[in-house]
């Protein structure tokens, strides 16, 4: 189940963001609690103008809070648009449910967006995040410096 992510949801996603471990290769590495309340209020604000954003991803039948995922801006790239990321809680890790998730949020994306290409930053050490992106339909292009670092750059296009 997918819906806006928002404050009501600071519990969870500060204990996410908590996690040195999920958040080893995530840009700023772990967040505490009023840096995720004031990414939280950004977001609300996000999705209040553009009608885009970042979802919280809930089990659909317990409601149990898995992870985040969507678009926000992507400043560092000149001819991008929109950043498309995920961050799952390791209970989730190797599941499937990211690759599910990922895959309606980008083909809803479409829908939301004007563009026609979504990007992700991902970096080098993260060996999970390649795989991923090639699984629900990334290409790879050449590695950019962005963020202070040189960052793999990929990116997916509108079919059509
Ligand atoms: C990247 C991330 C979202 C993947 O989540 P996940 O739950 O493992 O994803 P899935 O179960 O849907 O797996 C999809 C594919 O990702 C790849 N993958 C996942 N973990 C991997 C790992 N440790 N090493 C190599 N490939 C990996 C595999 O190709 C996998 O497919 P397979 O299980 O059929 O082999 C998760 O590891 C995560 O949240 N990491 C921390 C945040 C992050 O780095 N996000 C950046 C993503 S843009």
Request: one cysteine or more; proline letters at 3%.
């Amino acid at each position: 189940m997918l819906l806006p992510l928002s404050s009501a949801d600071l519990d969870e996603a500060a204990a996410l963001f908590a996690d040195p471990r999920v958040m080893v290769h995530i840009d700023g590495g772990t967040r505490d609690r009023s840096t995720t309340s004031r990414l939280l209020k950004a977001n609300e604000r996000c999705w209040k103008n553009n009608g885009w954003g970042i979802w919280a991803i809930r089990d659909a039948t317990s409601g149990a809070f898995i992870g985040q995922g969507g678009l926000q801006r992507i400043p560092e790239l000149q001819e991008a648009d929109v950043e498309f990321s995920v961050i799952i809680g390791r209970r989730n890790w190797r599941t499937g449910i990211a690759t599910e998730a990922a895959n309606a949020i980008v083909y809803d994306s479409w829908g939301r967006i004007s563009g026609g290409q979504i990007h992700a930053l991902v970096h080098p050490d993260s060996a999970a995040s390649g795989p991923f992106l090639r699984g629900i339909g990334f290409r790879r292009d050449d590695d950019q410096l962005a963020r202070g670092e040189t960052l793999e750059v990929w990116h997916t296009q509108r079919l059509g």
